[in-house]
């Protein structure tokens, strides 16, 4: 009897136990779960170099519109030169093939190409890799500038004085020029072929009749022979120089064994043309 009362008793508090210590427990784990749970440390990021970058150089944003249209100092490669005295555009552009004198003008906001302001600031493009050196002709009796563009050409040819100028045959071209005194040129074609007869005409004392290609041309000439007249002179071989006055000029510096230089202007296709004599 007795045992079975202590074990009575011994459930009971069992029971009690279980009856405060369950609501603990479920208490527990539902603080547990509303703790929340920190995320796992970050993995360290690995940075690659920095790239480093130069900034390509542009016209200041200002109202002024002038480095808009004036862009020589802002295009890459392009070096300052100071203008001095006896500068010209021509010159300073030396080999360059793809960009004219006006175009560089413009580019420095020059008004004049011809006009350079000396002690000012102009930018020039750099000269071509392969440029060759420049020349200059050596032009005898005259003293001014002309350009360097080329080497002067060495050209063989023929030349005859007359009363009212003279006749040169260039035999690279294979024309001849009727050069009178009054500073214009006519061009014709060397036509003469060996056996081809020559003029029949009867020269004053002193003065001589063309033979051969000047002979035959010289038949063409209108009225009497105009505007040449007789010849004062045999016909001589020579050898002339020969320099263009710009990469796409019409004209062309000349120079003759008696050193003087001309400068003859003549369209292509045409069969007139204008010299004038450079040298006194």
Not at 72 to 92: K, M, N, R, Y
Not at 130 to 158: F, I, R
């Amino acid at each position: 009897m007795l045992t079975a009362i202590c074990y009575g008793i011994m459930t009971m508090k069992r029971i009690k136990v279980l009856a405060f210590g369950f609501p603990a427990l479920l208490m527990t784990f539902a603080a547990a779960a509303q703790t929340p749970i920190p995320p796992p440390p970050p993995s360290p990021v690995i940075l690659g170099p920095v790239n480093v970058v130069t900034p390509t150089p542009r016209p200041p944003e200002s109202d002024d519109p002038r480095p808009a249209l004036c862009s020589a100092p802002f295009q890459t490669g392009w070096q300052a030169h100071v203008i001095e005295t006896g500068d010209t555009l021509s010159e300073l552009l030396g080999e360059q093939s793809n960009l004219s004198v006006t175009q560089l003008a413009a580019l420095n906001c020059l008004d004049d190409p011809s006009s350079l302001p000396v002690g000012g600031v102009i930018w020039l493009p750099p000269a071509p890799a392969d440029a060759a050196p420049t020349h200059c002709m050596t032009l005898g009796q005259y003293t001014g500038t002309l350009p360097c563009l080329s080497a002067p050409q060495q050209v063989t040819g023929a030349q005859q004085l007359f009363e009212g100028g003279m006749m040169i045959w260039r035999q690279d071209t294979g024309k001849i020029w009727v050069i009178d005194n009054d500073g214009m040129v006519l061009v014709f074609n060397d036509t003469y072929r060996e056996g081809d007869s020559n003029p029949t005409a009867t020269a004053p004392n002193g003065l001589f009749v063309p033979s051969r290609g000047f002979g035959k041309v010289w038949m063409q000439l209108p009225g009497n022979h105009e505007p040449l007249g007789w010849a004062t002179s045999f016909e001589s071989q020579i050898t002339l120089s020969v320099q263009a006055a710009g990469r796409v000029s019409y004209t062309t510096y000349i120079q003759l064994p008696d050193e003087n230089v001309y400068a003859l202007t003549l369209l292509p296709g045409q069969a007139t043309g204008w010299w004038v004599k450079l040298t006194s």
